[in-house]
């Protein structure tokens, strides 16, 4: 419960940061909302040598609009996330999940880069982050690249991230006009993660049929994915009650549903497809032609 | 000048919070003194082990430290941690583990360094060579033949099986309709106190005087067992109890690391300290409950219960500390609950198991014991298609027969069941609600209305009805200082119950005086004469009787030196807006400051009299209290998920006379949280091999209040006839009502399907299994 000694960098810019990494390589951890370093750290399961805290760049603490996209900096804490007037007004579901998160005191703690990052398989954010198939942007010593929500979590724990690279944003469309979204997750009791957290966004055409549905899933497998078997099976229907839920049946198909003391597989499957078709229900509802 | 209010009775907020919420108080860890050194603990990763070696050389070279000990460094120094509670195998218990260890968490070492991570570092270079050995963790497996066995000395794993038959039993079976068979798990907790413990201990050589500062709720005791622990005289210590962030029972005992870190002080002359970290309480401290009970109960077509037999398998954990073996014996005494049920007979075995040691948690037994109780009405209901509110009234104790004597022996003081009852059904409609749930079933709704109707035991005495060393009765000092201002010292430690606000309105009405003009002081045993403690809901029924015996004898006092001042006798006087004034005509009064002067500067001594204003009571209770209630809860189960959603909560508690009406209801809600969380959320998980799963907070779930449900509370007030206030406690009410009430709704709503029983805690999982496997069914 005490950590080993380390080393504590502040790094000023996003520059300085990726000096620092390059330069301690393994000996290296960033530091951010450190919600999921610090347990670490203080169980003694990680004992890097240096941190380097990235909390206060400025630049990776700003929700902004960029040639039609909104880019969250990775250092932006779930608070405000959850009440940015911009992220509320053009990418809901993010919003809503973000509120989502933890408790209060998280929320004002942890970022969304640190979450996307650590990748934990019941985090929140990765559900709505490939609904909103959002790009996250790495940078690192070889300079900057993208990588798209779907093959960003790669396994447990895993990202696409390489060593000496940063998270430094990650930057969505604005949703598409009318369209409806909802985050609902159940929570594990005890840690508040998602045992299984689903976020489903839809639109609906002029005959009132679902179009670009998109579902995330999260806490079910070892990583969040998309349904991509209930999106195709809600497509180019209407949104009523059987067609949801034959939809949403599918939600845990090709999964290897994880099992805890909270949940076993089967349960957790199960939570799957009940949330997905709630979570539809409420986006279908709140979707305008 | 403003008149003084009275305060008993009324909702006064507490004393104690605005130093608490401000961060002015003074824990364990904000003790620090010159020169003092952090100790760190190094925990069996094993749950049981055979310890080949332990070697400490390249931790004792670490940079920054002083000390590093293991178990044979110690076994000398320290005597066994005690248990005082009977039981036929007692192990020795070390401090730190000797030869073997025998639950994850156990302590095996220890670091002492300039701070804590310093000695984190060196424990780290601590190497430990163990032989794990087969665990067992469940008390039914521990029993059997072939069982691991914990302490070789012994050759089982029982430590005492107590067996109380009962000839009514064997009447009642024979006059049965019939016999109800059920088994029911009150599962495994962690009390989980906001403030873990710790320790600071100070040896002072010069003096040969050891000041320890614990978060407990026994100083008195602490110190009598540290003293033995240490072989050190008793007036040769202090223990200070500081502010203690809760303790729900964890903290009525006396661990390995208070007489360690004593004993490390003294063996180093600096102070040292040891904050247990989040991890380690869970670990290290004693859980509560952990009983699996097998029930017969006999009943009659009318719904009569005849009789309750009971065999217990308790689990005792891996060693017993200080009250272990005790706990089980209030189930088994207390589960015929409020009713009258002639016959009652139990079996209890206890087993070592390879888990940190069971003991007092909020309620201890008692709310097993209304689990049993409480369920028992419901499956009887249930098996005769009788209404569990009827169940209960035909069976209640009748208001008439108190002081009433129940099957196991137990003299009842007060009590009016039927009124809690009928109060708690009116606040929610019970026949409206009944006929509400008839229609949402019809609509493929899930809803659930459980009853529990709960008497516990508080402030319990005499002290023959305690194990040794362990009393029943409590202390009081009160000082009336020079300048009128009043002190008072108590033998009780409060660790949240609020007494400094409680006792402060009670000494305040009694002399006139107003609230401030009263401080509490508690917990300290260099200035508080010997005292008890807090637990078992005991501090007001008992502490606040013994200080108004104190204020009584003040009173006396003060009356006949105003009496000599007034020319009136002191029969006629009274205290009224700090003066002493004549009971006829409160305007013929003189200062109360005029009289306290009389008796300090003593320039007119009476005779026979001496000077200054301070009094000691001891008081020493006939019986116990027992307050009770009824608990309504009406729940909505989620068939999809198994989610149970709370409509309503309502409580009637009657916990005798009201002092202070707002601390009561924080006592409830509080207790109530707790009950829930039983019923619906925690449990310590051990696997197989004796690993803690629910290690940490992330899953052990303690609830927040999200998940909890809006309470409506009201009362009855049933005085008890055994105090002069007419109290019977109130901190453990809430978690012994809610539990049973919970779990009684939720199996309520699962009528229809058929479900009889699902164990605690009552999971979403675990009811989503018991309707898709009633579907299939």
């Keep these: ?289 | 000048m403003a008149v003084i209010p009275k305060f008993v009775g009324e909702r006064i907020k507490r004393r104690e919070d605005p130093r608490l919420i401000q961060g002015q108080a003074t824990y364990a860890d904000d003790v620090r003194l010159t020169g003092m050194l952090t100790a760190v603990i190094l925990r069996s990763p094993h749950a049981h082990a055979k310890i080949n070696s332990v070697d400490l050389t390249a931790a004792r070279k670490a940079p920054g430290v002083v000390c590093v000990l293991a178990g044979e460094d110690v076994r000398d120094s320290i005597a066994t941690l005690p248990c005082v509670a009977p039981a036929e195998r007692i192990p020795f218990h070390p401090t730190l583990a000797v030869g073997k260890v025998r639950y994850v968490g156990e302590p095996v070492a220890v670091a002492v360094a300039a701070d804590a991570y310093r000695a984190q570092d060196a424990l780290d270079l601590v190497e430990v060579d163990y032989d794990p050995l087969d665990a067992v963790v469940d008390p039914e497996k521990a029993i059997v033949d072939g069982a691991p066995i914990l302490h070789e000395e012994f050759g089982t794993n029982v430590a005492l099986n107590m067996s109380v038959p009962s000839p009514a039993m064997d009447e009642a079976m024979r006059n049965a309709d019939k016999v109800v068979r059920f088994r029911i798990v009150n599962q495994r907790l962690a009390p989980i106190p906001m403030e873990p413990r710790g320790v600071v201990a100070q040896w002072n050589p010069g003096q040969r005087h050891l000041t320890v500062w614990s978060s407990t709720q026994i100083p008195h005791m602490l110190r009598s067992r540290l003293a033995e622990m240490l072989k050190l005289g008793e007036n040769r210590i202090r223990v200070i109890a500081p502010e203690v962030g809760g303790g729900f029972g964890c903290k009525l005992n006396v661990y390995g690391e208070e007489a360690l870190v004593a004993h490390l002080s003294m063996r180093l002359g600096r102070p040292v300290k040891w904050i247990e970290r989040r991890r380690e309480n869970i670990a290290g401290t004693t859980h509560g409950r952990d009983q699996i009970t097998y029930l017969e109960v006999p009943i009659k077509n009318d719904g009569t219960v005849l009789g309750i037999k009971g065999r217990f398998i308790c689990d005792m954990g891996a060693y017993l500390q200080l009250l272990t073996p005790a706990v089980p014996g209030f189930s088994a005494l207390m589960m015929t609950g409020c009713y009258k049920i002639p016959a009652i007979s139990f079996e209890q075995v206890m087993a070592f198991t390879n888990k940190i040691a069971t003991d007092a948690y909020r309620g201890a037994g008692r709310p097993e014991a209304c689990y049993i109780a409480e369920r028992v009405m419901d499956v009887v209901a249930g098996e005769l298609g009788l209404d569990p509110a009827e169940v209960r009234r035909r069976n209640f104790i009748p208001k008439s027969a108190f002081p009433a004597t129940t099957a196991a022996g137990l003299v009842y003081d007060s009590g009016d069941y039927e009124q809690a009852l009928d109060k708690a059904l009116a606040m929610v409609d019970y026949k409206t609600l009944r006929a509400e749930q008839d229609a949402a079933r019809k609509q493929g709704r899930y809803i659930g209305i459980g009853l529990a109707s709960y008497v516990e035991i508080c402030g319990i005495g005499p002290s023959a009805m305690l194990p040794p060393k362990v009393q029943g009765w409590e202390s009081a000092t009160v000082r009336v200082e020079p300048d009128s201002r009043v002190t008072v010292l108590t033998g009780v430690s409060p660790h949240g119950q609020g007494q400094e606000t409680t006792f402060a309105q009670l000494v305040a009405d009694a002399l006139g005086i107003d609230i401030d003009d009263v401080s509490v002081i508690h917990g300290d045993t260099a200035i508080v004469q010997y005292g008890v403690g807090t637990f078992g809901s005991r501090a007001t029924a008992l502490g606040g009787t013994a200080l108004m015996m104190a204020v009584g004898k003040l009173q006396e006092k003060l009356k006949k030196i105003a009496s000599t001042m007034m020319e009136a006798p002191p029969d006629q006087l009274v205290f009224n807006q700090r003066t002493i004034a004549l009971a006829s005509d409160i305007s013929k009064s003189i200062p109360l400051q005029q009289v306290v002067t009389a008796a300090y500067d003593f320039k007119q001594p009476i005779p026979g009299m001496e000077p200054g204003l301070d009094a000691t009571s001891f008081f020493e209770p006939t019986g116990c209290t027992f307050p009770f209630g009824t608990h309504v809860a009406v729940v909505e189960i989620d068939p999809e998920t198994g989610v149970v959603k709370f409509l309503r909560y309502v409580a009637v508690d009657d916990c005798g006379k009201i002092i202070s009406p707002l601390l009561v209801e924080g006592q409830i809600h509080g207790g109530i949280a707790q009950g829930i969380a039983q019923a619906l959320y925690e449990e310590v998980v051990y696997d197989e091999s004796g690993q803690l799963v629910t290690a940490t907070l992330m899953d052990y779930a303690v609830p927040r209040a999200e998940m909890l449900p809006h309470y409506e509370l009201a009362s009855t007030v049933t005085p008890s006839p055994l105090n002069p206030l007419g109290v019977k406690g109130v901190g453990e009410a809430g978690t012994i009502g809610s539990t049973p009430c919970v779990v009684n709704a939720v199996l309520d709503a699962l009528r229809p399907l058929g479900v009889k029983q699902i164990d605690m805690p009552l999971k979403p999982e675990k009811i989503w299994r018991a309707i898709k496997a009633a579907h299939k069914g």
């Design chain 1, 1 to 289: 419960m005490y950590p080993s000694e380390f080393e504590y960098h502040r790094a000023a810019s996003i520059k300085e940061a990726i000096g620092l990494i390059q330069r301690y390589g393994e000996d290296a951890k960033l530091l951010s909302g450190g919600h999921s370093l610090l347990p670490i750290l203080k169980m003694r399961l990680a004992q890097p040598r240096h941190l380097v805290d990235i909390a206060r760049i400025a630049e990776l603490g700003q929700v902004t609009e960029q040639g039609g996209r909104i880019v969250v900096g990775a250092a932006a804490r779930h608070h405000q996330v959850h009440t940015s007037e911009l992220i509320r007004s053009k990418l809901g579901l993010l919003a809503e999940c973000a509120g989502n998160i933890g408790d209060v005191q998280v929320r004002n703690r942890g970022t969304i880069g640190g979450s996307l990052a650590h990748s934990d398989p019941a985090a929140d954010y990765p559900a709505a982050v490939l609904a909103l198939e959002g790009e996250v942007r790495l940078e690192g010593p070889a300079g900057a690249r993208s990588v798209k929500a779907s093959d960003f979590f790669v396994d447990l724990m895993t990202t696409a991230i390489q060593p000496g690279e940063i998270l430094t944003a990650v930057s969505f469309a604005p949703l598409p006009a009318g369209a409806g979204y909802a985050y609902l997750k159940h929570r594990q009791p005890a840690s508040g993660f998602a045992m299984v957290g689903v976020a489903a966004l839809l639109t609906l055409d002029q005959g009132g049929k679902c179009q670009g549905a998109r579902v995330g899933i999260t806490g079910l497998g070892a990583k969040a994915f998309r349904a991509a078997a209930v999106e195709s099976a809600i497509n180019g229907k209407a949104p009523d009650g059987k067609a949801l839920a034959d939809a949403a049946a599918h939600a845990a198909d090709g999964v290897d549903p994880l099992g805890d003391i909270h949940a076993s597989p089967d349960f957790r499957a199960e939570l799957a497809r009940v949330y997905t078709r709630r979570a539809l229900e409420a986006a279908a509802a709140r979707a305008r032609r």
